[in-house]
């Protein structure tokens, strides 16, 4: 639809300056108060091929764009682009239709935008922020982020404000949608830190499952039997996001060890032993994967009762 749209604007705008060229070559006689009618007509004919001019080629670029781009997250970033920088172009060109007066038209909009640098910081801020989150990328549209207090899913990111669907919350628990939506002004990024779990580059974060045994259980056991069970449920996948995630590193000066299989770390409590299992998981289904590997590992233990023990009492 946007392109048909586009060309039938440009129709538009091309009968509009052929309108303006037969008022401006004849002229129409007659005034409204004190002003001619051909005047009048010349300057809206004139201000609406603008605009149609302006529109058509919005839309014609933003179909060109999305035709060679099905990555709906460029899509996104590019139709807030060329918003921008169309809607100056419009509104410049416009208005030096109206005044007839290129060179005072750009002084006045050097007054103006010094003037409404101060009256309008806060939204100065924010589209400097949205500029930076276009340059820098700290987070876009698809991720999950943690901004502030606040957590969720970027759904758009707009010129002023940034639109999450919020997960966590007063509401729920453990990364699921409450369904809010939270809205934050770009100039955040500009102050506060953004943690990013779904980079485009390595969409993965590492996720710990604690469970809680007593000390008569037999420790090697229990640890080779999370593992094992780990293992088999998404030993191979995460194999080959380490792969990923040692190639990253390999970018960086950071020197760090990393297992490509899921590991089980063994903490002392003062009434039980805590195993906690690591593993690689991407952020969306931490879980899920967090539910069965829990169903696994306790089965597992339930059916070798002498040789993993849980912790009796309340003091837990």
Same mark, same amino acid.
């Given at each position: ?19 303006? *060229? ?55 970033? *590019? ?20 005044? $007839? ?10 007054? %103006? ?102 000390? $008569? ?56 032993? $805590? ?32 040789? %993993? ?8």
């Amino acid at each position: 639809m946007s392109r048909p749209l586009g060309y039938l604007s440009l129709v538009l705008a091309l009968c509009c300056g052929a309108a303006a *060229a037969v008022v401006r070559q004849l002229g129409v006689e007659g005034t409204i108060g004190r002003v001619a009618v051909s005047f009048v007509l010349l300057r809206a004919f004139s201000l609406l091929a603008v605009v149609f001019t302006t529109y058509g080629c919005y839309r014609l670029a933003l179909t060109g764009f999305d035709r060679y781009t099905p990555d709906k997250r460029r899509r996104h970033d *590019a139709k807030n682009v060329f918003r921008l920088a169309f809607g100056i172009a419009g509104v410049a060109a416009a208005l030096g239709v109206v005044t $007839e007066q290129w060179l005072g038209l750009l002084f006045s909009l050097g007054v %103006v935008g010094f003037a409404v640098t101060f009256a309008l910081q806060q939204p100065l801020f924010s589209l400097i922020g949205w500029l930076y989150i276009m340059i820098k990328r700290p987070y876009q549209v698809g991720d999950r982020v943690a901004i502030e207090s606040s957590k969720g899913d970027v759904v758009a990111v707009s010129f002023l404000v940034t639109t999450l669907w919020e997960i966590n919350g007063e509401l729920v628990s453990s990364n699921q949608p409450s369904g809010r939506i939270i809205t934050l002004p770009n100039s955040v990024v500009l102050s506060s830190h953004v943690k990013n779990y779904t980079r485009e580059e390595f969409p993965f974060v590492w996720n710990e499952l604690t469970i809680q045994v007593a000390y $008569e259980t037999e420790l090697d056991y229990a640890t080779e039997t999370m593992r094992r069970e780990a293992d088999e449920f998404l030993g191979d996948e995460m194999a080959t996001r380490i792969q990923r995630y040692r190639e990253r590193l390999a970018e960086t000066p950071v020197e760090l060890e990393v297992r490509d299989r899921p590991t089980v770390n063994v903490v002392q409590e003062q009434s039980w032993v $805590e195993l906690r299992l690591r593993y690689l998981v991407h952020p969306r289904r931490g879980q899920r994967v967090r539910n069965e590997l829990y169903e696994r590992i306790i089965g597992a233990f339930n059916d070798e009762p002498e040789r %993993v023990k849980f912790p009796v009492g309340r003091n837990r």
